[in-house]
């Protein structure tokens, strides 16, 4: 088992930055590949980011592209987003997730995890 907690969260106006961190206690961090999730009221949870084992590769939805930026340290059990630009669209409960060694389903699927934090609430507005 893994577990996840999610910190970092606030409230935040527009254009401004915000980094999230999500600690991980249980197995191994470094065996899980690690991605955030975000749920907007009344949507749908949607694929954020993620990043490989051992940080190499990183992945990010087009909504985020270039203005936030995952990482891990697998020596402190923790994976970050750095959250920058921020527009009110970003609004939402954001979400850390660990995946299992060999999934078959993509990073980018909520059915790609097995592991959920709990969440932290992201506001933008003025």
């Known amino acids: 088992q893994v577990q996840l907690v999610e910190s970092g969260g606030g409230l935040v106006q527009p254009g401004g930055s915000l980094k999230l961190s999500c600690a991980s206690s249980g197995r191994t961090f470094s065996n899980y590949v690690m991605g955030w999730f975000r749920q907007a009221p009344g949507k749908e949870r949607e694929f954020v980011s993620a990043i490989s084992r051992y940080g190499i590769s990183s992945y990010y939805a087009d909504s985020v592209k270039g203005r936030f930026t995952i990482s891990r340290d697998n020596a402190k059990n923790a994976v970050y987003l750095q959250m920058g630009s921020l527009k009110p669209e970003d609004t939402a409960v954001y979400y850390c997730?660990?995946?299992?060694?060999?999934?078959?389903?993509?990073?980018?699927?909520?059915?790609?995890?097995?592991?959920w934090g709990q969440g932290t609430q992201v506001t933008v507005s003025s």
């Open positions: 997730a660990a995946r299992e060694p060999n999934s078959g389903s993509s990073y980018a699927l909520v059915s790609g995890y097995d592991y």
